[in-house]
């Protein structure tokens, strides 16, 4: 959120037009960074962590060696670990998510919320989810996805909420389209607008898997450019 305080202060960047994305740990903070910032128009989440995987040491490093801080033991020499997780560096293992910290100290507890929420709170904004063949398995994204993508389909322009049509309308291209259907097909422009009205964000939120190990390949990268160039309006072509 600091960092679109930060690009919206600059004079050559469209403060309308910012885009989000990140690889693992990155792309599972892009999801996070565009459900709670509508500033973000677009977003591509690069191989990002989409399940609360508790059997590992995603969420809580806790080094083999580490013992708890006794009294008389040497202070923490870290006032910022102590002010940002709330303990000193020498006094508990580090947790990512503090408020996930009894979630991962008793997995019997049920956690209250899921990635597809999170990725709904995105809605109607561009989402793109970007993992490998077995990513996508090991976070069980396709029931996710469906949860996420029925938001997607089913969004209609409400008032005090964003508008799908008028995002469309600002994309380069728009006015092609208008063209290219009245002079070929012979469809009016109030027509299109009554059909994208219909239409609802179903293709703003996509995803895509692609062989291999946990990482950022070309074709990954040719999709974020494409990604971004479809729904921030750079280019065409």
């Not at 000193?88 to 990512?96: D, K, M, R, V």
């Not at 996710?144 to 291209?173: F, H």
Request: proline letters at 6%; one cysteine or more.
């Amino acid at each position: 959120m600091r960092s679109v305080d930060f690009l919206q202060t600059l004079a050559f960047v469209d403060h309308d037009q910012i885009g989000c994305t990140g690889w693992s740990l990155g792309g599972h903070t892009a999801i996070f960074a565009a459900a709670f910032d509508p500033r973000i128009t677009a977003t591509v989440s690069n191989g990002g962590v989409l399940d609360w995987y508790r059997h590992a040491d995603h969420w809580s490093r806790k080094p083999a060696s580490w013992t708890p801080w006794k009294k008389g033991d040497p202070p923490t020499s870290s006032k910022t670990i102590k002010r940002r997780f709330g303990f000193n560096s020498n006094s508990g293992p580090l947790i990512y998510i503090k408020n996930f910290r009894p979630y991962v100290d008793d997995q019997s507890k049920q956690v209250p919320v899921d990635f597809d929420s999170l990725m709904a709170m995105v809605a109607p904004r561009p989402l793109l989810i970007i993992s490998t063949e077995q990513e996508l398995y090991r976070h069980k994204f396709f029931p996710k996805a469906r949860n996420t993508l029925d938001v997607y389909i089913n969004w209609r322009d409400t008032e005090g909420l964003p508008s799908v049509l008028k995002a469309r309308q600002k994309r380069l291209g728009y006015d092609l389209t208008l063209e290219y259907y009245e002079t070929q097909h012979l469809i009016k422009p109030d027509k299109i607008e009554r059909q994208f009205s219909e239409f609802g964000a179903g293709d703003c939120f996509s995803w895509f898997s692609f062989p291999g190990g946990h990482g950022f390949p070309g074709v990954t990268r040719r999709l974020t450019f494409a990604w971004f160039d479809r729904w921030l309006g750079r280019t065409l072509h």
